[in-house]
T-cell receptor, first 110, second 117 residues
Framework: QKEVEQNSGPLSVPEGAIASLNCTYS??????FFWYRQYSGKSPELIMS????GDKEDGRFTAQLNKASQYVSLLIRDSQPSDSATYLC??????????FGSGTQLTVLP | GAGVSQSPRYKVAKRGQDVALRCDPI?????LFWYQQALGQGPEFLTY????????KSGLPSDRFFAERPEGSVSTLKIQRTQQEDSAVYLC???????????????FGPGTRLLVL
């Protein structure tokens, strides 16, 4: 079983809508969680990081972490066509490396 | 400032050929990571350096894969006797510190796309 699981999608939302991306993890030693955005043919780019239970907001992005349920999510409000990309959920713990999910492909339709 | 750079950006190798992939991390970054990303998948960890010390190589898929960072800055990932299953994007990432780094952001380079024929 992969340690970080994401709905592979693809997920399509209309412009201006809220996109909801979900991720679960199985390793209880995971302490930090990251959402990366990856455009086709490009490298991953950090969108949000979250370490504590609850919500963390940054502009149009909100990350949510529930350690008891081993669940992380990313909400994108007022989705724009430029948000169309693959979103990667990643976790790290005592080992420094990131463990990634397989990514969710998001398409925002104009 | 300059980000993480990698070269070459694209590499086509014949099966059995040796290849060397280079990573220049952000200046001053202590930690350096190599990941392998297959098409349609998330990156998978290969190996980790703190300065010149290779602290974790548990993700290297076989003994044909070898990485080094002799002076604690530039790193090279070498793949010997390449196989078709080695075809992937190889990503390098760096992060600033060597302390309790699990909260540190990793900054990724553009990757090297390797195709083994």
């Amino acid at each position: 079983q992969k340690e970080v699981e994401q709905n592979s999608g693809p997920l399509s939302v209309p412009e201006g809508a809220i996109a909801s991306l979900n991720c679960t993890y199985s390793d209880r030693v995971s302490q930090s969680f990251f959402w990366y955005r990856q455009y086709s043919g490009k490298s991953p780019e950090l969108i949000m990081s979250i370490y504590s239970n609850g919500d963390k907001e940054d502009g149009r992005f909100t990350a949510q972490l529930n350690k008891a349920s081993q669940y992380v999510s990313l909400l994108i409000r007022d989705s724009q066509p430029s948000d169309s990309a693959t979103y990667l959920c990643a976790a790290s713990g005592s080992a420094r490396q990131l463990t990634f999910g397989s990514g969710t492909q998001l398409t925002v339709l104009p | 400032g300059a980000g993480v750079s990698q070269s070459p950006r694209y590499k086509v190798a014949k099966r059995g050929q040796d290849v060397a992939l280079r990573c220049d991390p952000i200046s001053g970054h202590v930690s350096l990571f190599w990941y392998q990303q297959a098409l349609g998948q998330g990156p998978e960890f290969l190996t980790y350096f703190q300065n010149e010390a290779q602290l974790d190589k548990s993700g290297l898929p076989s003994d044909r894969f070898f990485a080094e960072r002799p002076e604690g800055s530039v790193s090279t990932l070498k793949i010997q006797r390449t196989q078709q299953e080695d075809s992937a994007v190889y990503l390098c990432a760096s992060s600033p510190g060597g302390g309790a780094g699990y909260q540190e952001t990793q900054y990724f380079g553009p990757g090297t796309r390797l195709l083994v024929l």
